[in-house]
T-cell receptor, first 112, second 115 residues
Framework: QKEVEQNSGPLSVPEGAIASLNCTYS??????FFWYRQYSGKSPELIMS????GDKEDGRFTAQLNKASQYVSLLIRDSQPSDSATYLC????????????FGKGTKLSVKP | ETGVTQTPRHLVMGMTNKKSLKCEQH?????MYWYKQSAKKPLELMFV???????ENNSVPSRFSPECPNSSHLFLHLHTLQPEDSALYLC??????????????FGPGTRLTVL
């Protein structure tokens, strides 16, 4: 079982819609969760971090964490074409030295 | 700009060459990381340095040799690489050292092609 799993997509949504990106992880002791956005040919940039169960909102982005289900998601409201990118879910395992384990990423395409 | 710079941005080398990748962070961080990103594969952690000491080496072949002379600089020395080593090599840094749960900030990467 992969440590961090994401649907590779592409996920296509119309402009203005809500994009929902999902991620599951295998290590129940995982403690920290991150969403990175990566444009084609560029390096990852941090979008959101979340550490406790529930929702965390930052502008148009909402991260949701459910540790019991080992599930973390990212919602993007009012999606824009500029949101088109690959979104990487990353997890720090329990007992780890702070090292990130990444999923393969979900490619999002927002159509005008 | 994340405060992490990498040079060169692009590198083409033959299998018998020796080259080095450089990373510099201007954030005052204590931990630095090398990642490899290949097509259709997740980002793979290669090396971690915390306070200039290597704390993790994820079974990376010896043809990759890291060096961390101080907390602001990190190198990846390359020799006798294989074509399958062609990838995007990313450097990252974080504030509190590798044992803390800190956000990592990435450099722009070096696109390496091995002929």
């Amino acid at each position: 079982q992969k440590e961090v799993e994401q649907n590779s997509g592409p996920l296509s949504v119309p402009e203005g819609a809500i994009a929902s990106l999902n991620c599951t992880y295998s290590d129940r002791g995982s403690q920290s969760f991150f969403w990175y956005r990566q444009y084609s040919g560029k390096s990852p940039e941090l979008i959101m971090s979340i550490y406790s169960n529930g929702d965390k909102e930052d502008g148009r982005f909402t991260a949701q964490l459910n540790k019991a289900s080992q599930y973390v998601s990212l919602l993007i409201r009012d999606s824009q074409p500029s949101d088109s990118a690959t979104y990487l879910c990353a997890v720090i395992r329990g007992g780890s030295q702070g090292n990130l384990i990444f999923g393969k990423g979900t490619k999002l395409s927002v159509k005008p | 700009e994340t405060g992490v710079t990498q040079t060169p941005r692009h590198l083409v080398m033959g299998m018998t060459n020796k080259k080095s990748l450089k990373c510099e962070q201007h954030l005052g961080h204590n931990a630095m990381y090398w990642y490899k990103q290949s097509a259709k594969k997740p980002l793979e952690l290669m090396f971690v340095y915390s306070l200039e000491e290597r704390v993790e080496n994820n079974s990376v072949p010896s043809r990759f040799s890291p060096e961390c002379p101080n907390s602001s600089h990190l190198f990846l020395h390359l020799h006798t690489l294989q074509p399958e080593d062609s990838a995007l090599y990313l450097c990252a840094s974080s504030q509190g050292g590798a044992k803390r749960v800190d956000t990592q900030y990435f450099g722009p990467g070096t696109r390496l092609t091995v002929l």
